[in-house]
Structure formats: C-alpha cells, structure tokens
C-alpha cells in the first residue's frame, strides 16, 4: 500500500481510467487531514462467499463509514429505482448500481468484523454511496432513485444557487436517503481499527486470481446468486473477448451448498452443449478455478438485456419489432423443448438483445443453470436433473416471470413452466416493461401466510 499527499488516504492502487483519478482527486483535495477522517481508494476484496469485489473509494468519517461507487459518465442521467439510462449522443442503460454496491458493502462489512482486530468489538455499518461525478451532468433521477446518490459539491455563483454533493455526505450527511444520524461508533480508535483489519483482511491489489484459462477477467459485467460474469480477454490474443461466468464456492460453505453450486455450473454447461441455436448464447469450455468452477461465453460488447433495452426503447419500439421479439424467444424456447430441455428461470434478464440499433434485433437466451433435460430412451442424450433449490439459485426480480409452482414445490417440472414465463415476458414486451407481477418469492411466501 502506498499513502499519497495525505497521511490518512492510502492508494491501494492507482487506477488506469482518467476519469476515475480525477473523481478521486476531486474528493481528496477537500478530504480533512486529520483524525479519525480515513481514506482507502482502488481496493479489492475476496469476500466469504468467494466473490472478487473492487472497491473505488472507502471512507471513514466521524459521520459514517462510506463504500462509495462512482461514475463518471456525462450527458443526461434518468431512470427509476431499478434501472438508470445516460443519454450522451447514444443511451446506456444499466441497473441502479446502489444495488451492487450495497451488496458489495455489507461483503465487506462480514469480511472485516471476522478479523482478529475485530473480536469482542463493533463494527460500524458501512453505507453505500454512488458519486456520478461528471461535471456537466444532468441528474433527473427522482424520487427513491435519487437515494445515496452524489454529485459534485458546488458553490453558489451568482444566481447559481450551491448545491450540497460527497463532500456534504461524508462530512455532513447531507445526501438523499441518508439516515441524519450514523450507526455505530466513528472516532479513532474504531478508524485505527478498521485500518488494521484491512490489513489483516489482504486487501491489496493483487491480480494473482484474476485469471481464468486463458483470460484475464477485467471488468465485472454482472452477478446474481452464487455467481460473477466478467469481461475477459485471451492472455495471448487481446483482440479476444469472451464472458467468463465465475460460479462461487466458499471454502467455509457446507458440503451441501458447495455441490449446489457446483451442480448449477455443471447443469448450466450440460444442457448448453446439447442446444447449438443461434438464439442461445454459445459456451466455449468448462473450466476449473481456485474460486469455482467457471464457464467460458461468447462475449459481444454490444449485446443488452432484454429489459435494459424495454427501457431504452419503450417509446420507439413498434408493435412488429415487439411481435418479433417474442416470436424468437418463442422459438428458441421450442427448439429446447425439441431436445427435451426446459430452461425454469426464463425471463428478461435472461435474454440478451443482440444488434440493438438494427430495426431487427437479435436474441439470445442465456441463465440455464436451473434448467433441467428429461432424458429417454428414444430421445437419446443425457438426463441433466432438475434442482430443487430455484429460490435459491435465480435473483428476485427474475422470480416476477416464474410459475408460483417452479418455486413452492420441490421436483415440480415440465415444459409449462416455461410457458407460464412466456406469457410473463409477453406481458413486458408489451406493457412498456413493466413486470408483470410481484416477486414470485413474496407471492409465494404471501399466499403461505
């Protein structure tokens, strides 16, 4: 760890994107230079589930413990609790990276509490904070989309009126969503503790695990349930890219969930090695790593998901592009029941929308790590078995296109499963993206109470 011009902001290293240095330095040129005010910027953390995490800047303050994620994108920033849109000449839809980050800090949080330094004593909460930290940004984000989120601090000019920003937050708590007052104890002694606990944590910014197969995974792309998809490139060949998927398994995990997610890995790569169909995203290899097993995609850079892009377009999208959008997620979906195969977590975030800008974009389905082939004697194949742990295998917002059924009952299977989540997407196409109801898993656990 190297510490720069000021004796409590360490660079754990220093980052290669421009914009990231000076979003860090527009806040370390106003950080206090004292006590218990605590600085860590560029750090990356394995987590007890097995995750990599990269951190931009942490902050400890006598008024909170901070993780704050930023992004420096300009233009026009809009969207809604669950999904944020920039517009800069072309649009970027995304979800609301609060989500991310929140999970990120509470990972963070259960890491350092377990440290020797920690026993016996309270560790602070640690609240996430967005920093979109480009100049000229135009924020219309409302509302709860707005919560945890921060601009530059700006002075009054004129008739420019100031506007509170990070600074406010992390000295003030002067920030949407933010609780007046902090949790837990912010003096010098809890900073000096957090310091060591960092340093007994191995948070450094080792690459040594960065590196599946051929490729090193560069950029976190997305997560769900006891998975990382990564931005990757070949060590060799730098103009190949492929999406590494990075299935997780704790080394202190019981027996039984470790071969849940060992499982999910192998089903996942069994049944897309029966389903060559342009609409499916291709796979290149099973591969075994220090983290989990992971799988090897095709990666196309300009791919989005199939909800990102309702978003983006909900307003240009003609009721023929939305006909034939749900005519090749229908068709992908009968080419698998064809092999006997039924994907079960069928829905948005699992169809990525391939030539977005074309007037007649692409599909392919990804996300079968729940799906299951039912074998025979005249099919011919293999039988991949079903699991009975969906809740605990797909995200929550994915259960909204899911039959009650596929969640409630253990070993309930069948080809209507995912003609129950047709019909659901059916109802997003074509309702503006709107779900088309409430997480299956607080359906479920409604009806039981």
Not at 310 to 332: H, N, P, T, Y
Not at 360 to 386: D, H, L
Not at 401 to 423: C, K, M, N, R, T
């Amino acid at each position: 760890m190297s510490s720069l011009s000021l004796s409590n902001w360490t660079t754990i290293a220093e980052s290669s994107f421009p914009w990231e240095r000076e979003a860090l330095d527009f806040v370390r040129n106003q950080f206090p230079a004292h006590e218990p005010y605590r600085a860590w910027s560029n750090l990356e953390f394995i987590a007890t589930d097995g995750s990599i995490n990269e951190v931009d800047l942490l902050v400890f303050t006598p008024q909170g413990f901070f993780l704050i994620e930023i992004k420096s994108r300009p233009g026009k920033l809009f969207g809604d609790p669950g999904t944020w849109t920039w517009e800069d000449g072309r649009q970027f839809t995304t979800d609301n990276p609060l989500i991310a980050a929140n999970t990120k800090a509470k990972k963070l949080r259960s890491l350092l509490e377990r440290q020797k330094v920690c026993k016996g004593k309270g560790m602070p909460f640690i609240e996430a904070i967005i920093f979109c930290s480009a100049a000229d940004l135009r924020c219309e984000l409302q509302g709860i989309a707005r919560y945890r989120v921060c601009l530059r601090d700006r002075n009054q000019n004129g008739t420019t009126p100031a506007r509170p920003g990070i600074m406010a937050a992390i000295k003030r708590r002067e920030c949407p969503g933010l609780a007046p007052q902090p949790k837990g104890t912010h003096d010098r002694p809890t900073a000096k503790m957090i310091g060591q606990a960092l340093e007994q944590a191995g948070i450094r910014a080792s690459q040594r695990q960065r590196k599946v197969s051929d490729y090193v995974l560069e950029q976190l792309i997305g997560e769900g349930p006891g998975y990382q998809d990564w931005q990757s490139t070949h060590t060799q060949f730098s103009s190949t890219k492929r999406w590494v998927r990075l299935y997780l398994v704790r080394t202190e995990a019981a027996a039984e969930d470790r071969k849940m997610i060992e499982r999910a890995a192998e089903r996942e790569f069994q049944l897309l090695e029966m389903l060559q169909h342009p609409g499916i995203l291709r796979t290149y290899g099973y591969t075994p790593h220090e983290l989990g097993p992971a799988l090897i995609f095709e990666y196309d850079p300009l791919a989005i998901r199939l909800d990102h892009y309702l978003a983006q377009r909900k307003d240009s999208l003609s009721v023929d592009m939305r006909l034939d959008l749900m005519r090749q997620i229908a068709e992908v979906v009968r080419f698998a029941h064809d092999k006997k195969v039924v994907h079960r977590g069928l829905c948005p975030q699992s169809i990525l929308v391939t030539e977005p800008q074309r007037d007649r974009p692409r599909i392919k389905i990804f996300n079968w790590q729940v799906g299951y082939r039912a074998g025979s004697s005249t099919s011919g194949g293999s039988r991949v078995t079903a699991t009975s742990h969906v809740d605990r295998l797909v995200d929550d917002a994915s259960t909204a296109y899911l039959a009650p059924e596929a969640i409630a009952e253990q070993g309930v299977a069948g080809e209507h499963l995912d003609i129950f989540s047709l019909g659901a997407i059916a109802f997003h196409l074509f309702s503006d993206g709107r779900a088309s109801g409430k997480c299956g898993i607080e359906y479920h656990t409604r009806e039981e109470n």
